[in-house]
């Protein structure tokens, strides 16, 4: 433990040392250069001349880490969509012709169809109800610590949390998951939960609601402060009642902060893959396109081309909303 704990601090060390020596050798290479001294005119166009490049020495490493991490595999992934299993032989749309007629690849789409129904909404709507309740309230701030508090978990952590809520023993043992313990004694009959068809997928979706309903109250709680009393007490006045005031004062005036809550939570919902994973495995017909796109590459020997071809749709899913959330950010800050 103390080794791996040692380990980590030197790593952090020196990455930290290498980064200031990095930007204190680049910008002292820049200024011998072209050195501010000597000729007027020269040192002007020296100073000139730094003032352009000194912002690409700190924009290059991340830059080049960029592409070498981002715009290089996107690449890669969309030429290997075209080869067979191996990446060696070219077979044209044969892997996008699979993905259209593929059953499980089928499924997998309308479960993450129904998880972007079902989670987004979930999780902002409980968030800016919890953000309202707990902003009328002296023990609040208790409140969301608590709501927040799963936020701290994992989803591999979170989803053994789940597997116990959700546990079933059969026979005649007693029941130790809470759900079937609940179940058990109000004279119901214990289930599998997690292997009942179509609603299983409901169950894994309450363990990422679970999880993000906090990062969506946190957002949304700092919105509805951003609204000036003024127009409630003015809402008040006119006789409004408490459902109006929600409805018709508050959420039109923090509802873009809705829809950047939305959009994140829906980039997320996505690209779930842990709980699933951990949860089912994809069993019972709750396989998601992450989960598709892991068992073709890593499981059965492997097929590139086929999971090449699933992480390209699972990209093409991500960028709109990606690019819609970039461009609401840049115009709410001034810029285009």
């Keep these: ?39 007027v005119q020269v040192a002007s166009r020296n100073l000139r001349y730094r003032s352009v490049i000194r912002p690409w020495l700190f924009l290059g490493p991340a830059l080049i880490l960029l592409a070498v991490y981002l715009v290089y595999p996107v690449i890669a992934t ?17 892997n996008y012709h699979w993905a259209i007629n593929d059953d499980e690849f089928r499924q997998s789409i309308f479960n993450n169809i129904l998880w972007l129904a079902v989670v987004p ?13 707990t902003d009328r309230i002296w023990w609040g701030n208790i409140a969301k610590s608590i709501v927040f508090m799963p936020m701290a978990i994992s989803f591999v952590g979170a989803s053994v949390i789940w597997k116990f809520i959700y546990e079933y023993r059969g026979g005649n043992d007693v029941q ?19 292997s009942v068809p179509f609603w299983n997928n409901f169950f894994l979706m309450i363990i990422l609601i679970w999880i993000q309903t906090g990062f969506a109250m946190v957002i949304l ?29 508050m ?58 071809v699933i992480a390209l749709i699972i990209m093409l899913a991500v960028t709109p909303i990606m690019i819609w959330n970039v461009r609401r950010a840049n115009r709410e800050l001034g810029g285009r």
């Excluded at 040692?6 to 060390?13: K, N, Y």
């Excluded at 909404?121 to 309740?133: K, R, Y």
């Excluded at 509805?224 to 459902?243: F, K, M, Q, S």
Aim: a negative charge.
């Design 1 to 39: 433990m103390l080794s791996q704990i040692l380990s980590a601090l030197g790593a952090v060390v020196l990455g930290v040392g290498a980064c200031v020596l990095y930007f204190w050798a680049s910008n002292k290479l820049l200024d011998m250069a072209l050195p501010d001294k000597g000729d």
């Design 78 to 94: 969309f030429i290997l969509s075209f080869y067979d299993r191996n990446g060696a032989q070219f077979v044209g749309l044969a």
């Design 121 to 133: 909404a979930a999780c902002t709507f409980f968030g800016l109800v919890i953000a309202v309740m």
């Design 176 to 194: 130790i998951g809470l759900l079937n313990a609940i179940v058990q004694l109000f004279g119901g009959t214990p289930e599998v939960w997690i």
């Design 221 to 249: 709680s700092a919105a509805l402060r951003g609204i000036p009393e003024e127009t409630i007490e003015a809402a008040v006045i006119d006789g409004a009642n408490g459902w109006q005031i929600f409805w018709k004062i």
């Design 251 to 308: 959420v039109p005036q923090v509802w873009g902060t809705i829809a950047v809550v939305w959009t994140t939570i829906t980039i997320l919902v996505l690209k779930v893959f842990d709980i699933v994973l951990t949860m089912t495995n994809g069993q019972w017909n709750t396989m998601v396109l992450a989960n598709l796109m892991f068992n073709w590459l890593f499981r059965g020997g492997g097929d590139s081309g086929r999971s090449a």
